[in-house]
């Protein structure tokens, strides 16, 4: 799955990269098509244009600050130019790279080069930056979108399941992971690899440019957010599950059959109950003298009619 992740920035950089490194002519022909390559990256990417353009500013401004000692540059993709702020110092390298050049100081103390003169060693380093700096963008962009998907139910494909931990394919960059206290005993058998399977956002985490996803089958949140991919219209709280076997539901609305009988078929059959009405209505427990916590998952469930 990380090596399909990567296509995108591979064939990017078959097409750009190796056009800088043998020569400066190479090189000049990527900064006239500047625009064309940045949009097919961002296109093939995911990752918005100014983001692309950004990454790369700042690629090259580290690059050139690096290999020529100065502490601050500023890139200027439109002009193609690239200002040094020679205020802290003229080192040996930039002294020795554009001695007897037509390159002039300006008042500001400002020398701009042309991006097409920056030496080898300066575009390869760009190379390495960019490539870390687009990760890390990508990545960023990843965590942003499935941050927005907890708590709700999602599809994906079984990759392996080993003793503790079930790992998914979601479709893109982020890798799903269930353990094992998030299993639903009953149906551990369908776990399979290749089985289509929706799931519960628990939390996003991420390590590096990783993306890893919390995934359960055996949340008590489970059911009401598949009642809500199904009829997103209805607002549904969960009252109490035991897994595999019935769940209880509260709406602010009646369900139709067939959205019952979809979420029981996704559950393996197990029983749902929805109760419609208001919902915050205060649910009422037998014998409990004090109002009841959050903990509903733990304490046995009467709806009001049954209550003597």
């Not at 993709?77 to 040094?84: A, D, F, S």
């Not at 029983?271 to 205060?282: F, M, T």
Request: glycine share 8%.
């Amino acid at each position: 799955m990380e090596g399909g992740s990567k296509n995108w920035l591979l064939q990017f950089s078959i097409q750009f990269w190796t056009a800088l490194l043998p020569s400066y002519a190479g090189w000049c022909n990527v900064l006239k098509n500047i625009e064309n390559f940045l949009c097919e990256l961002g296109n093939e990417s995911g990752v918005d244009l100014d983001t692309v353009k950004r990454c790369l500013e700042k690629a090259i401004e580290q690059a050139v600050c690096e290999y020529f000692g100065v502490q601050d540059c500023d890139v200027d993709l439109n002009q193609q130019t690239v200002g040094l702020d020679l205020y802290g110092g003229v080192s040996g390298s930039l002294y020795r790279h554009f001695k007897g050049g037509s390159q002039k100081i300006q008042a500001n103390g400002v020398m701009e080069i042309e991006l097409s003169l920056l030496p080898p060693p300066v575009i390869s380093k760009c190379e390495e930056l960019f490539r870390a700096f687009m990760d890390g963008a990508k990545t960023d962009m990843v965590e942003r979108r499935w941050r927005q998907r907890v708590h709700n139910a999602v599809e994906g494909v079984i990759i392996e399941k080993d003793h503790d931990c079930v790992k998914v394919n979601l479709g893109d960059e982020a890798l799903g992971l269930m353990t094992r206290a998030e299993w639903t005993p009953r149906e551990v058998g369908v776990y399979r690899q290749g089985r289509l399977l929706q799931f519960y956002v628990l939390k996003v985490s991420r390590i590096g440019n990783e993306v890893l996803v919390y995934l359960s089958r055996g949340s008590i949140n489970f059911p009401a957010a598949l009642v809500r991919k199904l009829a997103p219209w209805v607002k549904v709280k969960a009252v109490k599950r035991i897994r595999g076997k019935k769940t209880w539901l509260r709406s602010d609305a009646s369900l139709t059959r067939s959205t019952v009988l979809g979420v029981q078929k996704e559950l393996g059959g197990e029983v749902i109950e929805v109760k419609a009405s208001l919902i915050n209505e205060p649910i009422h427990f037998h014998h409990q003298k004090h109002p009841p916590d959050k903990s509903y998952a733990a304490r046995p469930f009467f709806w009001p009619e049954e209550i003597s």
